[in-house]
Antibody
Framework: QVQLVQSGAEVKKPGASVKVSCKAS????????MHWVRQAPGHGLEWMGWIAPNSGGTKYAQKFQGRVTLTRDTSISTAYMELSRLRSDDTAIYYC?????????????????WGRGTLVTVSS | QSVLTQPPSVSGAPGQRVTISCTGSSSNIGAGYDVHWYQQLPGTAPKLLIY???NRPSGVPDRFSGSKSGTSASLAITGLQAEDEADYYCQSYDSSLSGWVFGGGTKLTVL
């Protein structure tokens, strides 16, 4: 069964860091870029970045540059998203997702498999 | 403020047809990047509904269709059903931001 299983909910204080995991199963982990998307309560979706599990290469959204770090452990088919210097507005559900791209163009990424999400609450 | 603009809400009666617009600019949809659509039921992860402007993944009913023209795209839902009540998001790539962007989402209410 193809799935992405994420780690459990976290509660953090402002200024702290959080690391969320996403374990892949049912497909070749190194064959698909892993993206991270977050959703603040009552708000829309926000793309954060991707990691290429094969090479470890990464690309981050400009908004999160310097605060987010994506890593992976290919031996256990798991990707990680670490967000530092947390603020209250980082309270959100964080999703990992994989997919493909349309029209044979790498920039036309879409996401057809999502994890269930990890709620990160930032509160003093 | 989202880079891709969607109406906050739309509604329709069962059996009717509704459309959801997604308006972008010359750095995203207008630049030729494809548009994808997602459905998000309450408390669940988004589900891919349309990819590559007008393609349906396996298992998505043909009541759902997508189109794109110029700097905008649309999602059409025909034969509305109660189970279609959800939030819908468009998504594309933006060259100015060098990243993937989503619309602000549209809440569909089935009356």
């Amino acid at each position: 069964q193809v799935q992405l299983v994420q780690s459990g909910a976290e509660v953090k204080k402002p200024g702290a860091s959080v690391k969320v995991s996403c374990k892949a199963s049912g497909y070749t982990f190194t064959g698909y870029y892993m993206h991270w998307v977050r959703q603040a309560p009552g708000h829309g979706l926000e793309w954060m970045g991707w990691i290429a599990p094969n090479s470890g290469g990464t690309k981050y959204a400009q908004k999160f540059q310097g605060r987010v770090t994506l890593t992976r452990d290919t031996s256990i088919s798991t990707a990680y998203m670490e967000l530092s210097r947390l603020r209250s507005d980082d309270t959100a559900i964080y999703y990992c997702a994989i997919g493909g791209y349309s029209s044979s163009w790498f920039l036309n990424w879409y996401f057809d498999l999502w994890g269930r999400g990890t709620l990160v609450t930032v509160s003093s | 403020q989202s880079v891709l603009t969607q109406p906050p809400s739309v509604s329709g009666a069962p059996g009717q047809r509704v459309t959801i617009s997604c308006t972008g600019s010359s750095s995203n949809i207008g630049a030729g990047y494809d548009v994808h659509w997602y459905q998000q039921l309450p408390g669940t992860a988004p589900k891919l509904l349309i990819y590559g402007n007008n393609n349906r993944p396996s298992g998505v009913p043909d009541r759902f269709s997508g189109s794109k023209s110029g700097t905008s795209a649309s999602l059409a839902i025909t034969g509305l059903q109660a189970e279609d009540e959800a939030d819908y998001y468009c998504q594309s790539y933006d060259s100015s931001l060098s990243g993937w962007v989503f619309g602000g989402g549209t809440k569909l209410t089935v009356l």
